[in-house]
C-alpha cells in the first residue's frame, strides 16, 4: 500500500473524491474526518495552522485517511507531537469524533501503512507521540489499530476516557421509561403545555432541513443568548457553520429539527447523518422560554422521531464530559478516550508513560481535594 503525508492545500481533487468515496463505505462512520467537514474547517484555521492528510492508497482507491497536525507542544506538555482533532481547532479537543476512516476490506494493514508513514515523517520532525484526540475505542478500529500496532511490537495508552449521551435503537420505544419515572414524565408534559401557551399554539417537531431559514433562526436564538460565536460548540464560529451545513445539505445528510408552537421556535437542533446514525453539531433554545428546560422536550421529541425511521440505528450527542446533564433524556452512554501512540523508541515510550502517570496523579489528586 502506498501511504503518503500530503498537506492539506495540497491535496489534488482525485485525492478529495477518493477520500470522500472512503468515507461513504467507511468501517466506523465519522462525518468529523470526512472532506466536507476538515475542508470546511481547515479554511477558518489562523494562517500558521497547516493541517495534512495522511492517506493509505492502494491503487486509485483510498484504504485509510487520518487528518493531522504537527505540533510543537502536545496540551501543556513541551513535546513535539503528531495529534488529530475533530474540527482542528486548537480550543477544542472533547468534541465531535477523531476516530480515522478505514476500509473494511484491509483494514489492519491499512491502518498498520498509517502508523508507518506517521513514524517516518514524525520522526524526521522530532515528534515523540501520535495523539488521537476523542477516539471511538471498542470497535472494530481499536481492533484493527490494535493488532497493526502489535505487528511491530507497539501498543498504544489509553490517556483518558469519558462517556457522552447517545441513544441505541429499541425493538420498542421504552426510551422514556428507562430514564424518568412517571412523576417526572407527569411534570415534563405540564412544562410541555406551558411552553406551547407561552409561544401561542401547540408544540410539535417540525423537520427544518433544507430551509436556509432555519439556520439563521438558531443562530440568532444563540445570539440572543450571548453565544453567536461560541468555540466550544463548533471551534471557529457562525460562517464556518453556514458553510458546513450548505455542503452535508448538499449531501443530504444534514437534519435541522425544530420544536415550535405557532411558527416559533422553543429549541432547535442540527444534526449531520452517516451511515444509519446522526451526531449532534448544535443546539439552542428560546431563552423566554428557559425555565420550562425547552432542550429536554426537544430531546424527548427528536428520540420519539428517530424511533419511527427505521433507517437510524443511533444517536450521538457529542456531548462535553461537562454537559453529561444537559443529555438526561439520552439512555444511553459511549465511551470516547484519547489514545497517545509512541512514535520513537525510548523517548517515545518514556514520553507516553510519564504523560499518563502525571494524569493519573492529577486526577487523583482532584479526588482528593474534592
Given at each position: 500500500?502506498?501511504?503518503?503525508?500530503?498537506?492539506?492545500?495540497?491535496?489534488?481533487?482525485?485525492?478529495?473524491?477518493?477520500?470522500?468515496?472512503?468515507?461513504?463505505?467507511?468501517?466506523?462512520?465519522?462525518?468529523?474526518?470526512?472532506?466536507?467537514?476538515?475542508?470546511?474547517?481547515?479554511?477558518?484555521?489562523?494562517?500558521?495552522?497547516?493541517?495534512?492528510?495522511v492517506?493509505?492508497?492502494?491503487?486509485s482507491?483510498?484504504?485509510?485517511?487520518?487528518?493531522?497536525?504537527?505540533?510543537?507542544?502536545?496540551?501543556?506538555?513541551?513535546?513535539?507531537?503528531?495529534?488529530?482533532?475533530?474540527?482542528?481547532?486548537?480550543?477544542?479537543?472533547?468534541?465531535?469524533?477523531?476516530?480515522?476512516?478505514?476500509?473494511?476490506?484491509?483494514?489492519?494493514d491499512?491502518?498498520?501503512?498509517?502508523?508507518?508513514?506517521?513514524?517516518?515523517h514524525?520522526?524526521?520532525?522530532?515528534?515523540?507521540?501520535?495523539?488521537?484526540?476523542?477516539?471511538?475505542?471498542?470497535?472494530?478500529?481499536?481492533?484493527?489499530?490494535?493488532?497493526?500496532l502489535a505487528?511491530?511490537?507497539?501498543?498504544?495508552?489509553?490517556?483518558?476516557?469519558?462517556?457522552?449521551?447517545?441513544?441505541?435503537?429499541r425493538?420498542?420505544?421504552?426510551?422514556?421509561?428507562?430514564?424518568?419515572?412517571?412523576?417526572?414524565?407527569?411534570?415534563?408534559a405540564?412544562?410541555?403545555r406551558r411552553?406551547?401557551?407561552?409561544?401561542?399554539?401547540?408544540?410539535?417537531?417540525?423537520?427544518?432541513?433544507?430551509?436556509?431559514?432555519?439556520?439563521?433562526?438558531?443562530?440568532?436564538?444563540?445570539?440572543?443568548?450571548g453565544?453567536?460565536?461560541?468555540?466550544?460548540?463548533?471551534?471557529?464560529?457562525e460562517?464556518?457553520?453556514?458553510?458546513?451545513?450548505?455542503?452535508?445539505?448538499?449531501?443530504?445528510?444534514?437534519?435541522?429539527?425544530?420544536?415550535?408552537?405557532?411558527?416559533?421556535?422553543?429549541?432547535m437542533a442540527c444534526?449531520?447523518?452517516?451511515?444509519?446514525?446522526?451526531?449532534?453539531?448544535?443546539?439552542?433554545?428560546?431563552?423566554?422560554?428557559?425555565?420550562?428546560?425547552?432542550?429536554?422536550?426537544?430531546?424527548?421529541?427528536?428520540?420519539?422521531?428517530?424511533?419511527?425511521?427505521?433507517?437510524?440505528?443511533?444517536?450521538?450527542?457529542?456531548?462535553?464530559?461537562?454537559?453529561?446533564?444537559?443529555?438526561?433524556?439520552?439512555?444511553?452512554?459511549?465511551?470516547?478516550?484519547?489514545?497517545?501512540?509512541?512514535?520513537?523508541?525510548?523517548?517515545?515510550?518514556?514520553?507516553?508513560?510519564?504523560?499518563?502517570?502525571?494524569h493519573?496523579?492529577?486526577?487523583?489528586?482532584?479526588?482528593?481535594?474534592?
Amino acid at each position: 500500500m502506498d501511504a503518503r503525508v500530503i498537506p492539506l492545500a495540497e491535496l489534488t481533487a482525485a485525492q478529495t473524491a477518493a477520500w470522500a468515496e472512503l468515507s461513504e463505505h467507511a468501517l466506523e462512520p465519522n462525518p468529523f474526518f470526512e472532506p466536507s467537514f476538515v475542508l470546511s474547517a481547515a479554511r477558518r484555521l489562523s494562517p500558521g495552522v497547516k493541517p495534512a492528510i495522511v492517506l493509505v492508497s492502494s491503487g486509485s482507491k483510498v484504504t485509510a485517511c487520518l487528518p493531522v497536525l504537527f505540533e510543537s507542544r502536545w496540551r501543556s506538555a513541551p513535546l513535539r507531537c503528531v495529534t488529530t482533532r475533530p474540527t482542528l481547532s486548537a480550543q477544542l479537543n472533547r468534541t465531535g469524533l477523531g476516530t480515522p476512516l478505514v476500509d473494511r476490506e484491509c483494514a489492519t494493514d491499512a491502518l498498520g501503512a498509517l502508523i508507518d508513514v506517521v513514524r517516518e515523517h514524525g520522526g524526521r520532525d522530532g515528534a515523540s507521540l501520535l495523539a488521537l484526540e476523542v477516539f471511538g475505542p471498542g470497535g472494530p478500529v481499536e481492533y484493527h489499530l490494535t493488532e497493526a500496532l502489535a505487528d511491530r511490537g507497539m501498543r498504544a495508552c489509553r490517556y483518558e476516557a469519558w462517556t457522552r449521551s447517545m441513544v441505541i435503537r429499541r425493538d420498542e420505544p421504552t426510551y422514556m421509561e428507562e430514564v424518568s419515572s412517571p412523576r417526572h414524565r407527569r411534570e415534563l408534559a405540564r412544562r410541555r403545555r406551558r411552553i406551547g401557551e407561552e409561544l401561542g399554539g401547540e408544540l410539535e417537531l417540525v423537520d427544518r432541513s433544507g430551509d436556509p431559514l432555519a439556520l439563521e433562526q438558531l443562530l440568532a436564538l444563540e445570539a440572543v443568548r450571548g453565544r453567536a460565536a461560541d468555540e466550544r460548540v463548533d471551534g471557529v464560529g457562525e460562517e464556518w457553520f453556514r458553510e458546513l451545513c450548505s455542503r452535508f445539505n448538499d449531501l443530504g445528510r444534514l437534519r435541522v429539527l425544530s420544536l415550535e408552537a405557532n411558527g416559533r421556535p422553543a429549541a432547535m437542533a442540527c444534526y449531520l447523518l452517516a451511515a444509519d446514525g446522526m451526531f449532534c453539531r448544535r443546539i439552542s433554545y428560546e431563552p423566554s422560554v428557559a425555565r420550562h428546560s425547552p432542550g429536554l422536550h426537544l430531546d424527548v421529541a427528536v428520540i420519539e422521531r428517530f424511533h419511527s425511521d427505521l433507517a437510524m440505528s443511533w444517536m450521538d450527542s457529542c456531548n462535553l464530559p461537562e454537559d453529561s446533564t444537559t443529555w438526561s433524556m439520552w439512555p444511553d452512554r459511549r465511551e470516547v478516550s484519547t489514545l497517545l501512540v509512541p512514535l520513537r523508541r525510548g523517548t517515545g515510550d518514556i514520553a507516553v508513560r510519564t504523560l499518563k502517570a502525571l494524569h493519573v496523579a492529577k486526577q487523583r489528586l482532584r479526588k482528593y481535594q474534592r
